[in-house]
């Protein structure tokens, strides 16, 4: 769950790995550091610490150096507590070593090696930059392999070796790294949101093979020797989009950008107002053949996909399951080829998503993906992709990724009811038009935020925070309870509102708001008692409703309301407000919005 960068080029190198390493503090945010290469004499010089990459760059300014060649790391610790010792690099010998990964059996060579008295910090990766340095004889290649053969576990690897020119060399297992040449040099990192100041072409480096990037040229083999012609990609994130564009966070800028995110998400795959999947190469027969669907993901991907299985439910009548990828494996789920199982995430990296997926697969099933970043793990692993296009996704809170997973999963529940025979054309062309509208939907829930900052006031002081709804608002509220404690550590429980009174309702006093959910009209009425229940037991309530059900209650509740869609749609409004209610609870706490602490963006340990 680190962030990794190498570059060899003509740019001065530390500017390029710091900048670098800013797009990828969100994989990881508890120390940062670099090695660059003196072009004076040679050495390789290694600055890091625990903190932010703004400590590392302040402590890089006070020192002149002339480099083009290093590699850098941000960490999000596993092993080993947050230090300047346990930050990447690590040096052992001729080695100097970033990784990402866990690496299971550092103890092991650590003994079996006896490299103990080499090691400074507590890191399963300084024990692997010490096994690279005893096998290293002046051939890296060699010595790369050769340590790849004794590692268990998961490892993105990126090394500079002292007597080498300025070449860079990386190889990894699962954890992703991909690359690019370009006219400034070739560079690497462990996603693309940090190639795109560069280029937008690049490629993901293959497992267990080993890369060299020189200044101009990049030289991919085989584990036997074979070159192998790098396959590039093209993105089509504009280069600048990883910016804030004036915004104080990103996570407000990317739950601005929704209404454009959705509509470049549906706008290709609408053909005369029918759901279109050909240019994505998903057959229909994806859809008729399958016996029951399995939903795997992660987080707010796996929300996204609990909104999906009310839809399947109820228009597909449809067998649907959504299994949290970390628990998948172990919870003997019915798997088989008549499973269409589809995988969300936003990352495409996500390793317990990968593996479930691996393991989905195994049992015979097709893979369909939802998957936001281009040629990703997930997606190579997948039958079929369907990529959304949510431009790069850089605050660790979710909030385009999902409401553009959403809308794949209307055009997909659309499609699927038209080739099952359950819709007619004209009222799958209906259900079309209706998701058509959510960009104009959102942009109006957007012109009206100040009024949620304003709800957003009152709950700042609350410790605890109870969301309630019913039937497809209890959906939303999981997802939107999630985003309110990640980024505002309030503790948040979203709960399904006929439920509360069979034990939480306990919890509930004047200290406790409460913000229900209404954008289910057949639910209005039990949902309007329950909302009574916690009033009337002292809790503030604020209620996020679908603006036709508003006039019953006006004067009575306090109110956010929210444009009219037909009432499967409403997710999509509802979700935007409970985005903008977390986002501004955090940032007027004066919280880092965008780095919540102990998380990270992506997380690829199990
Ligand atoms: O990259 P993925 O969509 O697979 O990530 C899954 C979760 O880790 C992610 O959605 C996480 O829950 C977010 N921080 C929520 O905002």
């Excluded at 949290?324 to 317990?352: N, R």
């Amino acid at each position: 769950m680190c962030g990794i960068i190498g570059y060899t080029g003509s740019e001065d190198v530390r500017e390029v790995l710091l900048d670098a390493l800013e797009l990828l503090e969100y994989r990881g945010y508890d120390s940062a550091g670099l090695a660059v290469k003196d072009a004076e004499n040679g050495e390789i010089k290694v600055r890091k610490c625990a903190g932010r990459v703004s400590d590392l760059r302040a402590i890089c300014a006070s020192e002149k150096l002339v480099s083009t060649c290093g590699i850098g790391h941000t960490r999000w610790a596993t092993h080993g507590g947050v230090n300047d010792r346990n930050a990447h690099p690590h040096q052992v010998g001729k080695v100097t070593l970033v990784h990402n990964g866990i690496i299971e059996n550092y103890q092991e060579l650590i003994a079996d090696y006896e490299l103990a008295d080499e090691l400074a910090s507590e890191t399963d990766s300084e024990v692997v930059a010490a096994l690279l340095n005893h096998f290293y004889e002046g051939n890296p290649a060699e010595a790369l392999k050769k340590t790849v053969s004794k590692l268990r576990g998961t490892f993105a690897l990126v090394v500079m070796f002292a007597d080498q020119p300025e070449i860079i060399y990386s190889t990894r297992n699962v954890s992703p790294i991909v690359a690019t040449l370009c006219d400034e040099g070739a560079m690497l990192a462990s996603d693309l949101t940090a190639l795109c100041r560069f280029t937008n072409r690049y490629f993901v480096v293959p497992e267990y093979h080993i890369l060299e990037l020189h200044k101009d040229a990049v030289i991919l083999k085989d584990f036997e020797e074979n070159t192998v012609e790098p396959e590039f990609l093209t993105v089509d994130w504009e280069l600048n989009s990883a910016g804030k564009a004036g915004y104080p966070f990103y996570m407000e800028k990317e739950i601005m950008e929704q209404p454009d995110a959705i509509a470049n998400t549906i706008g290709n795959r609408i053909k005369g107002g029918m759901p279109d999947f050909s240019k994505d190469g998903v057959p229909d027969t994806l859809f008729t053949s399958c016996e029951r669907i399995c939903i795997i993901a992660c987080g707010t991907a796996m929300h996204a996909g609990l909104v999906a299985q009310a839809l399947v439910k109820s228009i597909l009548h449809m067998h649907i399951d959504v299994e949290m990828a970390s628990e998948f494996m172990y919870s003997d789920p019915v798997i088989d080829e008549k499973t269409l199982v589809i995988a969300v995430s936003q990352s495409g990296e996500t390793i317990d998503t990968l593996e479930a997926v691996k393991y989905a697969k195994r049992r015979g099933a097709k893979c369909l993906s939802i998957i936001n970043v281009k040629g990703s793990s997930i997606a190579r692993e997948s039958d079929y992709v369907l990529y959304t296009s949510a431009g790069p996704e850089i605050a660790v809170a979710s909030t385009k990724a999902y409401t553009t997973q959403l809308s794949v999963f209307y055009l997909i529940v659309a499609r699927m009811a038209h080739s099952r025979g359950v819709f007619t054309q004209e009222e799958t062309q209906s259900f079309v038009r209706e998701l058509q509208r959510t960009p104009d939907v959102m942009r109006k829930v957007l012109e009206n935020r100040r009024d949620i900052h304003v709800v957003a006031k009152k709950i700042l002081s609350a410790k605890d925070l109870f969301m309630i709804g019913r039937g497809l608002d209890y959906s939303i509220l999981l997802e939107g309870s999630l985003k309110l404690k990640e980024v505002s550590y309030i503790h948040s429980e979203a709960y399904a509102s006929g439920e509360l009174k069979h034990g939480p309702i306990a919890l509930i006093t004047q200290d406790t708001p409460v913000v229900a959910s209404v954008t289910q009209e057949k639910l209005f009425s039990k949902e309007l008692s329950n909302i009574r229940e916690v009033k009337s037991r002292g809790a503030d309530v604020v209620i996020f409703i679908k603006e036709n059900l508003s006039a019953k209650l006006e004067g009575e509740y306090e109110m956010i309301k929210l444009p009219d869609m037909q009432d499967e749609f409403m997710v999509l409004p509802a979700s935007v407000a409970l985005q903008l209610l977390a986002y501004y609870v955090s940032s007027d706490k004066g919280f880092d919005v965008d780095k919540p602490r102990n998380l990270a963006k992506v997380v690829t340990v199990e």
